[in-house]
């Protein structure tokens, strides 16, 4: 949340007509924000001037007052005018203000109710008559306060905090902000702590420093270009400089050296050049004033003309996190140049057909222009550079600007990039395009940025896996097949998800990602693994082992081949002899044959167990043993022994 007081207008010969006209426009304008009206004209203008975006088309959210006899909003707009005509000692005693919240913060009609109580309780006027109205465009709620400071029983306007209006405004803001969990500013003054305003370690270390805040008017410009104000290069650039110089003909080299000036203006005055632009030295720091660096240098002297000055590159005052606003000041830069030259040809052309150059002739001019302009290629750029992440597709770029003091940098894949790489022209289906940050990449010239290519990092831009996957490949190719991965932990996993699916879980080189492929690649080991068979079900399909070599995999299982004397043959065909097998088998298959015979081996069977060599079942523990069958009683299974062999 941010507050200012709006100055009021210029006040006229006749006082006591002004202060009731000033109160009149600024209450119909709170109840009437889309009207063109005096106050809206004026509102603009200041604005304008103070570089901050003008308003657009407003709408009425809530409106409001306290502090008055009457309860319907005509008698208090009368009452408002009737005690400022009372003030005949000042020439305005209505006091404009501006409370505006965030642009994701919107408060609710009771809480705009509670946020003008506290404001007005802390500045020790709460019982003063105050009309008050939230208005909002497609940007940002504000609250606007039309606050009489004249008190009728004493007959004298009320001194806020002796004087000093807006420290006690920002200790306000302070208490609202603590009170309803809202975001405070970046360079906020005050902030609370045990339920009091107190000065932050910023302000503090600004007083111990003697450095001055930044203005709102260079705060708007840095938000709508997305480059350092004048104020914000002089602080960080010419204020070491200065301090650090012991005498002026060193001053004047050390800041020519990185294109600043330290010039005189009028009788006293300092202005610290940057380019086209001035700004004040009172307004960086009150230690490095004329007078002084008097005191401390000597008389003043001038910059040597033998002194060079170096041309400031313009894209060194960039913000990191404005990407793409070089584009933004081209098109701005080009805007203009053209309205430059068709003011010149309009007066020109009024010059050579013998017309004065008079205001008439110039507009008659325009109107012709106009027309023409339409058919042209150039158009007029967005007001600011979130319009412009708009209209240009940018939807990621455009919500985080505005946040970017609180919001951490993209994630990125970053590596040691091999030497001489070169970014390809095209990335799965991205295009890269150069850019004063790298190379970005997207789907065309004038689609969004998917990610953006900055030499030793790749920061991942568009929410999708296929700018993800892109990113992916890129990094592979400029990073040798090492790629480290930043971001949240959600990130990380999208990332080791997609270099999986795709191939490319080898080139991730965060130890994490190493240690989790290894027991990846392990485990798919095991798993393919042949699974070892129960070495009793093994054996049960094995004829008795021999000291031949006997292919057990393939021999049938053994069965009873003698014959009753003039009887058919009741146990089915005789075993083959082993000279019969093909000589042919590979010794290696005998070999393992060989290894796993074994002569006396017990095989589970539903009744109990059965040797093999005596092919007699032998009962479970506990059964009753059970003798040879009828059949195996009469015609018994010779026994393999010493002397079995091939031939017998």
């Not at 994701?104 to 008050?132: K, R």
């Not at 270009?225 to 012991?246: E, F, M, N, V, W």
């Not at 689609?447 to 790749?458: Q, W, Y």
């Not at 005998?590 to 167990?609: H, I, Y």
Request: aromatic fraction near 6%; charged fraction near 30%.
């Amino acid at each position: 949340m941010i507050v200012k007081k709006i100055p009021a207008r210029p006040a006229g010969r006749n006082a006591t007509i002004e202060r009731s006209t000033h109160a009149r426009r600024l209450v119909d304008y709170l109840r009437l924000p889309d009207k063109e009206s005096a106050e809206r004209a004026h509102l603009v203008e200041y604005m304008l001037s103070q570089k901050l975006a003008a308003p657009s088309t407003e709408r009425l959210f809530h409106i409001g007052a306290r502090g008055f006899v009457s309860e319907t909003i005509e008698g208090q707009r009368a009452e408002m005018i009737a005690v400022a005509q009372e003030a005949r000692r000042s020439p305005n005693p209505v006091d404009h203000w501006l409370l505006s919240w965030r642009e994701d913060e919107l408060p609710t009609p009771d809480q705009v109710d509670a946020v003008v109580a506290l404001f007005v309780e802390h500045l020790d006027v709460a019982d003063q008559p105050c009309i008050y109205a939230c208005h909002g465009d497609t940007r940002n709620r504000h609250v606007h306060l039309a606050l009489n400071r004249y008190d009728c029983a004493t007959r004298r306007m009320i001194e806020i905090n002796d004087g000093f209006t807006l420290e006690a405004a920002h200790q306000a803001v302070a208490l609202i902000v603590d009170r309803f969990g809202w975001q405070a500013e970046k360079d906020n003054r005050y902030e609370v702590a045990n339920g009091r305003p107190v000065l932050t370690a910023s302000a503090l270390a600004r007083i111990e420093d003697g450095r001055e805040s930044i203005r709102p008017a260079a705060a708007a410009f840095e938000n709508r270009t997305g480059y350092r104000s004048a104020q914000r290069i002089a602080q960080d650039d010419a204020l070491p400089r200065i301090k650090a110089a012991r005498s002026w003909a060193e001053l004047h080299a050390s800041l020519a050296g990185v294109g600043i000036t330290y010039d005189l203006t009028g009788t006293n005055g300092v202005t610290i050049g940057v380019g086209n632009e001035r700004v004040k030295a009172s307004i960086v720091d009150r230690a490095i004033t004329r007078t002084r660096l008097e005191k401390r240098l000597g008389g003043f002297q001038p910059r040597d003309a033998v002194t060079p000055l170096v041309t400031r590159l313009v894209d060194d005052d960039r913000f990191t996190e404005a990407l793409r606003a070089e584009e933004y000041r081209a098109a701005c830069e080009q805007w203009r140049k053209l309205q430059d030259d068709k003011r010149k040809a309009r007066a020109a052309r009024a010059t050579e057909v013998g017309k004065p150059v008079t205001a008439t002739n110039i507009a008659r001019a325009a109107a012709r222009d106009q027309a023409s302009a339409k058919a042209s290629k150039i158009k007029r750029p967005p007001p600011d550079l979130q319009s412009f992440y708009y209209a240009h597709g940018e939807g990621v770029l455009a919500e985080r600007w505005p946040h970017r003091h609180r919001v951490s940098g993209f994630p990125s894949l970053h590596g040691g990039r091999r030497a001489g790489a070169v970014s390809p022209h095209v990335v799965e289906g991205y295009t890269g395009y150069p850019c004063a940050d790298g190379v970005r990449y997207a789907r065309g010239p004038q689609s969004p940025t998917a990610f953006l290519d900055r030499g030793p990092r790749i920061d991942v831009i568009a929410d999708d896996d296929a700018a993800l996957l892109g990113a992916l490949r890129l990094a592979a190719l400029n990073f040798d097949g090492k790629v480290s991965v930043s971001g949240s932990a959600a990130f990380r996993e999208r990332v080791y998800a997609l270099a999986k699916a795709h191939g490319l879980s080898e080139v991730l080189n965060d130890p994490d990602f190493v240690r989790r492929r290894a027991v990846e690649v392990s485990d798919h080991l095991k798993s393919q693994a042949v699974p070892v068979v129960d070495s009793a079900v093994a054996i049960a399909s094995i004829l008795p082992p021999t000291d031949t070599d006997i292919d057990s995999d393939r021999i049938p299982a053994p069965r009873n081949t003698r014959r009753r004397p003039g009887g058919p043959d009741e146990s089915g065909p005789p075993i083959p002899l082993l000279s019969q097998r093909s000589a042919s088998e590979p010794a290696a298959e005998r070999k393992r044959s060989r290894e796993r015979s074994t002569r006396d081996v017990a095989v589970s069977k539903p009744g109990g167990l059965i040797d093999l060599a005596s092919n007699v079942e032998k009962p479970r523990s506990g059964a009753k043993a059970k003798g040879p069958t009828d059949t195996e009683a009469q015609f018994p299974v010779a026994r393999p022994g010493k002397g079995h062999s091939e031939g017998r």
